[in-house]
């Protein structure tokens, strides 16, 4: 064996995966070296997930051989990874909310026939001690934090001894803060010789904290190059098959007019808590209103108060503008039905696309009179208006779809983003919100998103857009509206403003340095 | 003070067929599995309990204690494990709805039951009930080490063998699913299955293993109402399935779990016999008291949705097929 094939963690030769007709990985080959940072770097559906699954024995490949140190293995489980000390740690949290930290980190393990969590308890401070983290072992999962749970399970695969560490996405719902404190574990981790195979789509991040990077497209492997001798520019050239201009369009606004005045905007959830508290801005047709925030921090209830599904306090106020007249009416108080009925026409693309915003189980068509279903005189539905709307969707925003009457949940992500914002933007709102517009959609379809918020800005439509990617709230947005724990904590400049001050503003570190 | 004794005894003998089917669908929920089939494995325990007795005495003249008692318990035991199996087969492997599963297992094992039951009858001598006295005295003997102990020794020393064996296994089950390791897995299963396979537990083998064994279990409550509350007799008048549903509703009443299922079968017991010690009630008006413990399970459904405590939910993944490699 040569000098090279030792420094070798795992080599995949020839993997092949196919899940019904899609084939998600094609004769893959991939090597993860000793001491190392690998991104695994893709666009959505290019397979980096499920190959990385076969690593840690979620899903068994069709052909394929896999070594480790060396020798060929089969990983039939995750049990099996674990004993060849590969652990992932996936994008999906894989906890169990009701059982505490120390639980959750030896479910499985059977170490011993009763549960002992004082012995758990002390190695898990070991392990913490030595990567700089901090974990509660007596900590239920479901009062903890997103980023508390994402120590949680990397410690949980350090405590099962894992050498090989895979992270799939983890920086998708960290603050910037946060991310920096993962990178710096993850660069203890490499320094004391673990491999870590991190999986993004996020190209700074790729930049900042790899040493190599491999790059999979629709299912076949591109290729690898040492991260110093590559730019962002070339690694999309690679991701997408061809040169895509990375900059997002952002058009000057025209014509801006008070759209949305919010006063005072105060919500309780039911437990009598504040989700938000006292909020105040004012957004304006022709520009896009960025909304920046941790997850949790009141985004959901604020587009959720403007669209009339949530109970606002008395005291609250929220002034909407049609684009064509001047006349202002209060929508605090009002549910949706009175919204509608009032003639307001905003437009929602929720987070939660197949709870909110789709049926799942029914076509294209249906979706789309979801939105007019009222509007019919005769007890029997009107399917040829809905139909046409759908077709045009689909031809106008490339829709791949298994046909018009397929249920919208066999399409991917993408696509069911692009017939929900198709929808919403058919009735001409004057106000349009989005929720996470982009999440999980690979670079192609956000850009379509992005251009599609830039047209119905150019006509004068108020865009609100909830993002969590800074760097795309930075390029996109007009304004960025910071929430912080159900307050605005700042409303900065999306052109002059600097990731870390939103960042800080996030975080409420801002108000405290201003105090 | 002898009436309320009399009511505390009915209302743990009642309570005890419940406590059986309760502790082992709590067992199956926690993988879970919401196995609606709990009235019906408890028929299939007490019927074919009540076979194996039945042939066994008839088979042997002079039959001894013990060989009736393992027969029994043996039948009743496999045959409603066999219940769970059909539920394992239909629901883990080929992922069929667990709720229609569950009824249709109930109508199933009900009229197969029933069947055998008056077949029995018929073979026992036409007219005549089975009455399978060697056996039923086994299950109704009582233990003679309370005896020196006044009122409470006559309280405590009342009942056969099973009411104490239910006790066991509640406690047993409650050390077991908070203690253990393979309980703590077993809940996980419950929760997050797929947590528990990233995790290395054989999800597959959990489910199907605790909701056999729960059907086990449940089936017992089954074997002990015939053996015990009917004296070694077939009705086929549908008390183990009136039964079999209060057992279903003490498993939402115990919030999952199997220790609050000792106090919660003996209360049920309790509500559910009040009518008779209440003077001055018709026949109609008896059927609203026999209705207190379902009230009692709603008022606390309420409570519970209202105090929404994170650890007086149902496992999360109740009721859901798993499928590791759906996406």
């Known amino acids: 064996m040569s000098q090279l094939e030792t420094n070798k963690a795992v080599q995949m030769v020839n993997i092949t995966k196919t899940f019904g007709s899609l084939v998600a990985n094609d004769k893959v080959c991939l090597d993860i070296h000793k001491g190392e940072i690998l991104s695994l770097l893709g666009e959505n559906g290019s397979g980096k997930t499920t190959l990385m699954n076969m690593l840690s024995g979620i899903y068994l490949p069709d052909s394929g051989q896999i070594f480790v140190d060396g020798k060929e293995v089969s990983i039939a489980s995750p049990r099996d990874a674990f004993n060849l000390r590969i652990g992932m740690i996936h994008q999906h949290f894989k906890l169990v909310p009701v059982l505490t930290a120390a639980e959750n980190i030896i479910l499985g393990l059977n170490e011993n026939r009763l549960v002992d969590l004082k012995t758990v308890a002390a190695r898990v401070k070991e392990i913490c001690d030595r990567y700089g983290f901090v974990v509660e072992p007596y900590k239920k999962v479901y009062d903890m934090s997103v980023s508390e749970k994402q120590t949680l399970e990397i410690v949980k695969v350090l405590y099962r001894g894992a050498d090989i560490l895979i992270l799939d996405e983890p920086t998708a719902v960290l603050t910037p803060q946060e991310t920096n404190m993962l990178f710096d574990v993850m660069r203890n981790m490499k320094a004391d010789g673990k491999s870590i195979v991190i999986i993004t789509h996020k190209l700074h991040e790729v930049m900042e904290i790899s040493d190599r990077v491999a790059v999979l497209r629709k299912g076949h492997y591109i290729g690898d190059i040492a991260t110093c001798d590559t730019n962002p520019q070339q690694l999309t050239d690679m991701m997408v098959g061809r040169a895509v201009s990375l900059n997002i369009d952002r058009p000057e606004p025209e014509n801006i007019r008070e759209c949305l005045v919010v006063k005072d905007l105060t919500v309780l959830d039911v437990d009598g808590v504040k989700k938000l508290d006292k909020v105040s801005f004012t957004a304006y047709g022709g520009e896009i209103l960025g909304i920046a925030g941790i997850s949790g921090s009141g985004q959901k209830e604020l587009l959720e108060a403007i669209a009339g599904l949530q109970i606002v306090e008395p005291g609250s106020s929220m002034m909407y503008t049609a684009k064509e007249s001047d006349k202002a009416v209060e929508l605090a108080g009002c549910n949706s039905m009175d919204i509608k009925k009032m003639g307001v026409r905003s437009a929602f693309v929720p987070e939660d696309r197949l709870g909110m915003g789709l049926v799942g189980s029914m076509s294209i068509p249906d979706n789309m009179m979801l939105r007019t279903y009222g509007n019919g005189r005769s007890i029997f539905t009107d399917r040829k208006a809905p139909k046409g709307m759908a077709e045009k969707v689909v031809e106008e925003l490339q829709v791949m779809t298994p046909g018009l009457s397929a249920p919208v949940r066999r399409m991917s992500g993408g696509n069911i983003q692009k017939v929900l914002v198709g929808r919403e933007i058919a009735a001409n709102p004057s106000l349009l919100m989005t929720a996470y517009a982009v999440r999980g959609l690979d670079i192609n379809t956000s850009y379509t998103i992005y251009h599609l918020l830039n047209e119905q800005k150019k006509q004068g439509v108020a865009v609100m857009y909830v993002g969590e990617d800074l760097d795309v709230l930075l390029e996109l947005c007009d304004r960025i509206l910071v929430l912080c724990a159900g307050k605005v904590s700042g409303i900065v400049d999306g052109r002059t403003a600097k990731k870390e001050e939103v960042g800080l503003l996030m975080t409420h570190l801002g108000q405290e340095a201003e105090a | ?327």
């Open chain 2, 1 to 327: 003070m002898g009436q309320l004794i009399a009511l505390i005894q009915a209302a743990v003998v009642f309570g005890t067929v419940i406590m059986f089917g309760a502790v082992g669908e709590i067992v199956t929920e926690k993988a879970g599995n919401l196995n609606l089939g709990v009235p019906g494995i408890m028929y299939l325990g007490g019927i074919c309990g009540l076979m194996g007795a039945f042939y066994y005495e008839m088979a042997n003249p002079e039959p001894s204690a013990f060989m009736c008692i393992l027969i029994a318990m043996l039948c009743a035991f496999l045959a409603s494990m066999a219940g769970g199996l059909i539920f394992s087969f239909l629901t883990i492997t080929l992922r069929a709805n667990q709720n229609v599963t569950g009824l249709t297992l109930t109508i199933f094992a009900g009229g197969f039951a029933n069947f055998f039951g008056g077949s029995l009858n018929k073979l026992a001598g036409g007219v005549g009930q089975i009455n399978v006295a060697a056996t039923s005295a086994a299950f109704r003997k009582t233990p003679a080490f309370f005896a020196n102990m006044g009122d409470v020794g006559v309280l405590l020393s009342a009942f056969g063998f099973m009411v104490y064996l239910a006790l066991i296994i509640a406690i047993l089950m409650n050390w077991f699913l908070n203690k253990t390791s393979v309980g703590l897995n077993l809940r996980a299963v419950g929760e997050s299955p797929a947590t528990a396979d990233a995790a290395g537990i054989n999800v597959t083998r959990y489910k199907y293993l605790a909701t056999c064994i729960g059907a086990g279990i449940s089936g017992l409550g089954g074997l002990y109402y015939v053996m015990d509350y009917t004296k070694g007799t077939w009705d086929s008048d549908g008390g183990i399935e009136r039964l079999g549903w209060l057992a279903v509703a003490l498993v939402i009443f115990t919030t999952w779990k199997p220790k609050r299922s000792i106090w919660g079968s003996y209360l049920f017991g309790m509500l559910f016999w009040l009518y008779f010690y209440i003077p001055g009630l018709t026949r109609s008006s008896q059927e609203i008291f026999k209705m207190l413990p379902y009230l009692v399970t709603v008022i606390v459904l309420i409570v519970v949705s209202m105090r929404r405590s994170r650890d007086d939910q149902p496992p999360a993944h109740l009721g859901l097929p798993y499928f590791r490699e759906e996406r």
